[in-house]
């Protein structure tokens, strides 16, 4: 996004409350003013601590408002409010949560909050008992039910040298999230995932000749991190499996690694048992070395000796085949250069699954592009076509789609998509 005249910026209010993390939201501001948005940032009298009015009025070239008592006579927390296209709150206290839940406003970021009509979004950071708090979680619910976006805290390193649940997720992540709130506007305001789990392949699988050498696929896990990102955003619980991915972890999203397509294979059908639904937009290599060398091969001088391949499982079909529940949705991708809707349609035949996003590739196509083209076949013999744009609005296609089917199961439990 260029720079825009100020009555076109969309206006973000980054509110800043008392954790460590502040000063991560110090490069999140500066993602969202680099991007044109229009930034003002209201911190907590807590957050100031951490990382004064100086730096936030540097970076967001904004006048600071600290309290409901400066300039009283504009009425501050209602122009704020009023103005805003999102109120983002990073990082969120147990404290802030707890006290926006309640509707208090007892400063000028609670007051804000209640004048604020447009998205919200909350990215709690805190130590892992504060998170796991049933007081917390219960707050985190009351915040979700009345339409805020809570974006679920990282695991990792926590201040000190405590580890755990409760790390703000990286600030190019939540800046990812805010841009797709601003892009959804009102619609943002539906968690209409809440209380689904599901579960996104993502990446390229390697499967090792020898310890330093691997076959491998160009597949960069942008695609898979656009639908962790997007479900979390829409409420979903989200789990990732990342083959090989070289991006941050999306927001809101556990995240486990995995490197070949048997660790891959097992992660998945791990994590399956337990999801609405399963998208494999992992690129799983179909074959691997017959023999892993455990130490390097050389050059010998002679021919070179031929490298002798074994399949793969296919996860997808083994997932279609035995869901376990059965308004389990499994989705597949497809990768084809030609005759892209009749191969994508045998394949869905093949594969069992029930929808198959396929992409047409080949130079400059899909992979390592952060926009995407597809068709979504659907086993009913329907088909979405969703033209070139970010892979998030793919994404949110696809998580239209499954949340329908969803909706014409009814769920195993009753439970239906709000779509
Ligand atoms: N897939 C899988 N396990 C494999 C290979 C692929 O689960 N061993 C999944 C991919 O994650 C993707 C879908 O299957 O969702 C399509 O993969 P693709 O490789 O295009 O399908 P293939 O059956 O291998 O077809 P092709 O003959 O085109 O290679």
């Not at 926006?100 to 804000?112: F, P, S």
């Not at 998205?119 to 619910?141: D, G, K, L, S």
């Not at 992409?359 to 329907?382: I, K, M, T, W, Y």
């Amino acid at each position: 996004m260029g720079r825009l005249d100020r009555a076109e910026r969309q206006c973000v209010i980054l509110g800043v409350s008392g954790g460590i993390a502040a000063y991560k939201a110090c490069e999140l501001l500066r993602l969202c003013t680099e991007a044109g948005y229009l930034v003002h940032v209201v911190p907590t009298a807590a957050a100031l601590r951490f990382v004064g009015e100086a730096t936030w009025a540097a970076l967001s070239g904004q006048p600071v408002a600290t309290e409901v008592w400066d300039d009283v006579h504009e009425v501050p927390h209602v122009r704020i409010g009023r103005t805003a296209d999102l109120v983002m709150v990073a990082p969120a206290t147990a404290d802030v949560m707890a006290r926006a839940a309640n509707g208090m406003a007892d400063d000028l970021l609670t007051a804000t909050l209640l004048t604020a009509r447009c998205p919200v979004v909350y990215a709690p950071a805190m130590h892992t008992e504060m998170w796991e708090h049933a007081a917390t979680q219960a707050n985190v619910a009351t915040l979700r039910s009345r339409g805020a976006v809570v974006v679920p805290p990282a695991e990792g390193r926590l201040t000190g040298s405590d580890t755990g649940t409760g790390r703000l997720p990286e600030p190019a992540e939540l800046f990812e999230v805010a841009r797709r709130v601003l892009a959804r506007g009102t619609a943002g305001l539906k968690p209409d995932l809440l209380g689904r789990r599901v579960v996104v392949s993502a990446g390229g699988t390697r499967e090792h000749i020898d310890p330093v050498r691997f076959i491998s696929n160009r597949s960069s896990g942008r695609q898979g991190y656009a639908l962790a990102r997007t479900a979390a955003v829409r409420g979903a619980e989200v789990t990732v499996i990342a083959a090989n991915v070289d991006l941050p972890d999306p927001a809101g999203a556990k995240v486990i690694k995995v490197t070949s397509a048997e660790e891959l294979r097992a992660a998945v059908v791990d994590a399956a048992a337990f999801a609405d639904a399963v998208v494999m937009a992992a690129a799983v290599a179909d074959f691997r070395p017959a023999e892993r060398r455990d130490i390097k091969i050389k050059k010998t001088g002679g021919e070179p000796e031929p490298i002798r391949l074994t399949h793969n499982p296919d996860v997808l079909t083994e997932l279609s085949a035995h869901r376990r529940r059965s308004d389990q949705v499994v989705v597949g991708f497809a990768a084809e250069t030609h005759d892209v809707i009749a191969q994508g349609r045998a394949k869905l035949d093949r594969k069992g699954c029930d929808l198959l996003v396929v992409n047409q590739v080949g130079e400059g196509l899909a992979f390592e592009s952060p926009d995407n083209a597809a068709v979504v076949l659907s086993a009913d013999g329907s088909a979405v076509e969703v033209p070139l744009g970010p892979k998030e609005d793919l994404a949110d296609v696809l998580w239209d789609l499954v949340a329908d089917r969803w909706g014409a199961t009814g769920g195993a439990d009753g439970r239906r998509g709000t779509n």
